[in-house]
């Protein structure tokens, strides 16, 4: 599979060494790095992006952000995950409760990482899928699968419009 991580961080050394530790994984073929909202949304509006990695506090205001992302039904199912300083639990549950799927260190070992990450790119194919098959049951439900055309469900729903 052809990934690519967004890496959302301000300042380095946590940018370098969260790309780093993202690329050690060995699970992403691309990686994107941006440091404000606006490189955020203009990056997913023109990558498929699987992941978004966030160095936690090195964005000032991420409300705005994070608003459109939980509000973009394309958008809304990446899997966001917050890393923190290993001393700053409290930025960790912060991260949880602005909507992040998890929230780990930087000392995070590599191949817990991996496995976290794993997880959370297939949950997030599964959801895609069903949302896929969701759509495609909508579609048989008012139309003949062998014509194409509207069915009575489909007759009977536009006579209420």
């Given at each position: ?25 060995g ?10 909202g606006?490189c955020v ?8 992006v ?30 966001l995950?917050v890393?923190?300083?290993e001393?700053e ?8 409760q ?20 794993r ?43």
């Amino acid at each position: 599979m052809e990934a690519t991580a967004l890496i959302i961080s301000t300042n380095d050394p946590p940018r370098g060494a969260l790309e780093q530790k993202i690329v050690k994984t060995g699970i992403f073929s691309k990686t994107l790095v941006c440091s404000s909202g606006n490189c955020v949304i203009s990056e997913l509006k023109r990558h498929n992006v699987h992941m978004i990695f966030w160095a936690f506090g090195t964005i000032d205001d991420p409300t705005e952000w994070l608003d459109i992302l939980s509000h973009n039904p394309a958008w809304i199912d990446i899997p966001l995950l917050v890393f923190t300083k290993e001393e700053e639990s409290s930025q960790r549950l912060r991260g949880l409760q602005l909507g992040a799927c998890d929230s780990v260190t930087f000392v995070t070992p590599t191949d817990e990482l991996a496995a976290r990450i794993r997880g959370h790119i297939k949950r997030s194919e599964q959801i895609s899928n069903l949302k896929n098959r969701r759509a495609e049951m909508a579609k048989f439900a008012l139309n003949d699968p062998l014509t194409g055309l509207g069915n009575r469900a489909s007759f009977d729903l536009r006579l209420g419009q």
